[in-house]
């Protein structure tokens, strides 16, 4: 866990993005291992190589930036894993795991801190805001690929990771 934690308030779903330069360094597992720790359950997963379209399409709002190029370029270079996540707060406690942008300034024990080696090699993208999350996982993923996991465990949140 890094820091402060939002564990009340509604139940959300965010997208989470293992990037090219996560996958080809071998970081899926240990990036879904320290989203799983922190109580997010993975309800839809699947591996693709981003298309220029779909690439170019995804990061359009950031299409007139100097970085959009190379963005598209690297992000269509090789597979990603596309992840749905689902938690309480899942958008804004995902955005804390994950760390600044910038990996310099990601703060200690974030997944940046920790693998990105550059803010065009960052590992990982996570959605932003609801409407965001909302665009982003429907961007990839049809509703009904999304699975429902049954919460037997209430307080899943509090509890130690090795009873859940
Ligand atoms: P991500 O969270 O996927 O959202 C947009 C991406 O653009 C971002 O992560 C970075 O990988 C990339 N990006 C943002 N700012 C810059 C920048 N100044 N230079 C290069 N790439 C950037």
Known sequence: ??????????????????????????????????????????????????TESQAKGFYRMHRKKTFYKALVKFMT??????????????????????????????????IRHDYATATRFNCVHASDSPESAKREVHFFFRESALVRIRRRIKKIYSMPFAKR
Do not use: W, Y
């Open 77 to 110: 270079s090789d597979p990603s894993v596309l992840c749905v996540l689902e938690r309480e707060q899942a958008i804004i406690n995902l955005r804390q795991l994950v760390g600044s942008t910038n990996p310099d300034k990601a703060a200690f024990g974030t």
């Open 1 to 50: 866990m890094t820091g402060q934690q939002h564990p009340k308030g509604p139940l959300e779903r965010t997208l989470m993005i293992i990037k090219p330069d996560a996958v080809e360094r071998g970081l899926i597992g240990e990036i879904l291992h320290r989203v799983e720790l922190d109580g997010f359950q993975i309800i839809a997963m699947k591996m693709v190589k981003m």
